[in-house]
Structures are given as C-alpha cells and as structure tokens.
C-alpha cells in the first residue's frame, strides 16, 4: 500500500526558513514523480513544484521560484521541500502527493499534510 | 497560466438527488482534467483522471464528462459520505498545474 508520511507541523516566523519532509513507501520510489501542493486555511489548492527522483529534474511556480527547492534521498525513498524568506501568507498546510509520469500530472496519493505557521 | 473556474461555488442537494459540478479552462486543456475530493480536515482525494477514469476504489456514482474547455462531474445518487469540496485540475500544460477554486456540495 501507497503510504506519504510527512513531519510534522512547524511554527516560524517571518523571514525564516521551512524544510518539510515525506516519507514514502509501498511502490517503486524512481518510477514515481512528486509533487507539492499547498493549502491556505479555508483556501484552495496550489501546485509549488515537481521532483522526478529517476532523474532529479525539477520545476517550480513562478510565484514561488527563487524561494522553493525540491529534493530527493533516494536512499530512503525520501522528499524534502525547503521554502525560505516566509511571510504570513505563507501559512499554509503544505502536501506532498504522487503523480505518474511527466505528462500525466494528476496526484493519485498525498501526505497527510504539514501545517506551516508563520507568525511573528 | 490556465486558469480554472468552477460553478456554482456551492451546491445545495438531498441526499439521493443528482449533482452536476462544472469546471471551465481558460483555454484548451484537451482531456488532461482531473477531480478531486476534500473533506474537512481530510487531503484531498483524486476521483477523476483524463476527464473520465474513475480513480481506484472510487465508485460507479460518479462520472466525468467534457473536452477542451468545459467539464462536468457527476455524482449520481448523493451519498452522507459526499459532502464535501470538490476541486478540478488541469494536468495538460504546465508548470504550473493549476486547480479550480472548488465547489461545496452541501445538505439541502
């Protein structure tokens, strides 16, 4: 069975930096891509970048760009999603989720999410 | 950047009625449209795929319809355990993918 384990929930303040993980198991790790998706309380859904851990090719939003980075440790089929110079409106459940290949980019698995407060 | 719209933004239905969601692309996404559902406090879950394959374990009440720009979703027979948020993505040019602002299918 498909299991994203994310950490937990993190509490920061402007201008910091977040690294949040996913853990996953139950499939092929390199044959999968990752994405991540974030959630602002009561908000909808947005997409922030992609990791193929067969490669390590990535792709970012532009609003986001410069401020996110994906990665990978495929030695234990990990991925980590760091952003840096946070604001407030970056509060936010942030979602690890699993996609097929590169031009089927719909999420068939997500983590159970990571509530990421920024707040001075 | 393709931008998604959904209508209505809720949608007040009995259970065992129908319910009709729509999605709209700003431009073509030829059938590269996905659905999901979100309960509260739940990550969402991916329902539809390619406008009309039914994720695993998701069953036959729902349905997806559509091509190019405008796209239905189904539910045929409203079930307790469907009320929820239901939200549309475009999988067909990106980045970025992008996601519709979701319809809440509440208790009428």
């Known amino acids: 069975q498909v299991h994203l384990v994310q950490s937990g929930g993190e509490m920061t303040k402007p201008g910091a930096s977040v690294k949040v993980s996913c853990q996953t198991s139950g499939y092929n790790f390199m044959m999968y891509d990752i994405s991540w998706v974030r959630q602002a309380p009561g908000q909808g859904l947005e997409w922030m970048g992609w990791i193929s851990p067969y490669n390590g090719d990535t792709k970012y939003s532009q609003k986001l760009q410069g401020r996110v980075t994906v990665t990978t440790d495929t030695s234990t089929s990990t991925v980590y999603m760091e952003l840096r110079s946070l604001r407030s409106d970056d509060t936010a459940v942030y979602y690890c989720?699993?996609?097929?290949?590169?031009?089927?980019?719909?999420?068939?698995?997500w983590g159970q999410g990571t509530l990421v407060t920024v707040s001075s | 950047e393709i931008v998604m719209t959904q209508s209505p933004a809720t949608l007040s239905v009995s259970p065992g009625e129908r319910a009709t969601l729509s999605c709209r692309a700003s431009q073509s996404v030829s059938s590269t449209l996905a659905w999901y559902q979100q309960r509260p406090g739940q990550p969402p879950r991916l329902l539809i795929y390619?406008?009309?394959t039914r994720a695993t374990g998701i069953p036959a009440r729902f349905s997806g319809i559509g091509s190019g720009t405008e796209f239905n979703l189904t539910i045929s027979s409203l079930q307790s355990e469907d009320f929820a948020v239901y939200f549309c993505q475009q999988y067909s040019s990106w980045p970025p993918v992008t996601f519709g602002p979701g319809t809440k299918v509440d208790i009428k």
């Open positions: 989720v699993r996609s097929g290949t590169y031009y089927n980019l719909y999420f068939d698995s």
């Open positions: 390619g406008t009309s």
